[in-house]
């Protein structure tokens, strides 16, 4: 059994902060054996991002604030606020819009090491030595 608490993981390499402006923390990563990992990730006021995870299927779900979705492929738009869960299940080119402070939690799939970058489609790229 692991318990893991936000207050033990400041200060860490599992507390991300992004240059970008969000901050994710990382609670559980593919060396917990869980089978995925799982994030809390806070996307500030303002910050419009665009992701693509091509090596990774998420799911999120928002428990605070407010914002915009868009599928980059359809065009599609969905609102993001309390509530709400979107699922990234065929590995879709998306934008997300902050209008007011979100705080989500993630589930990854493969679950990321904690060393993981953004690359210039806004993906993961996972490690050489990760890879399966």
């Not at 060396?31 to 299927?57: A, Q, R, V």
């Not at 209008?99 to 489609?121: M, Q, S, W, Y």
Request: one cysteine or more; hydrophobic letters at 30%.
């Amino acid at each position: 059994m692991k318990v893991v608490r936000l207050d033990d993981l400041k200060g860490t390499d599992q507390w991300v902060d992004s240059p970008a402006g969000w901050t994710s923390v990382r609670f559980l990563l593919k060396k917990d054996g869980m089978g995925f990992s799982f994030h809390e990730t806070t996307f500030p006021t303002g910050l419009k991002f665009d992701m693509w995870y091509k090596n990774h299927l998420e799911a999120v779900y928002c428990y605070q604030g407010r914002g915009t979705l868009t599928n980059r492929d359809t065009g599609e738009t969905f609102t993001i606020e309390p509530g709400t869960l979107y699922a990234l299940d065929n590995h879709d080119r998306h934008t997300l819009e902050c209008h007011e402070e979100l705080k989500l939690v993630c589930a990854f799939n493969p679950p990321v090491t904690g060393r993981e970058i953004h690359d210039e489609d806004g993906a993961y790229i996972i490690p050489p030595d990760e890879r399966d």
